[in-house]
Nanobody
Framework: QVQLVESGGGSAQAGGSLRLSCAAS????????LAWFRQAPGKEREFVAA????????YYADSVKGRFAISRDNTKNTVYLQMNSLKPEDTGVYYC???????????????WGQGTQVTVSS
């Protein structure tokens, strides 16, 4: 059973930075994709970024490209999301997800963390 635990959320001013972490456990992840999604109040959950566990491949939503960076530390089984130049529209609950394929829709991912709140004020 895969377990994902997010941390690092909080509040920031517009233009500021936050770093999220997702600690993964329960199995080996060599064939997995780890992704970040977010959900703002009243909106659907949306894709943010994804990374393959054993290759440098990464993929970003257009809305965060150039501002956010996804990375991983295989020795710690942890994926990070460095968020810079934050905007109020980045506010939401950020979720870590895992599956064997890269997908842009939440239904493609079998495993989810509990989420961590990010609030960006103007």
């Amino acid at each position: 059973q895969v377990q994902l635990v997010e941390s690092g959320g909080g509040s920031a001013q517009a233009g500021g930075s936050l770093r999220l972490s997702c600690a993964a456990s329960g199995r080996t992840f060599s064939n997995y994709v780890l992704a970040w999604f977010r959900q703002a109040p009243g909106k659907e959950r949306e894709f943010v970024a994804a990374i393959k566990w054993t290759t440098p491949f990464t993929y970003y939503a257009d809305s965060v490209k150039g501002r956010f960076a996804i990375s991983r530390d295989n020795t710690k089984n942890t994926v990070y999301l460095q968020m810079n130049s934050l905007k109020p529209e980045d506010t939401g609950v950020y979720y870590c997800a895992a599956d064997h394929r890269i997908g842009l829709v939440p239904t493609m991912y079998d495993y989810w963390g509990q989420g961590t709140q990010v609030t960006v004020s103007s």
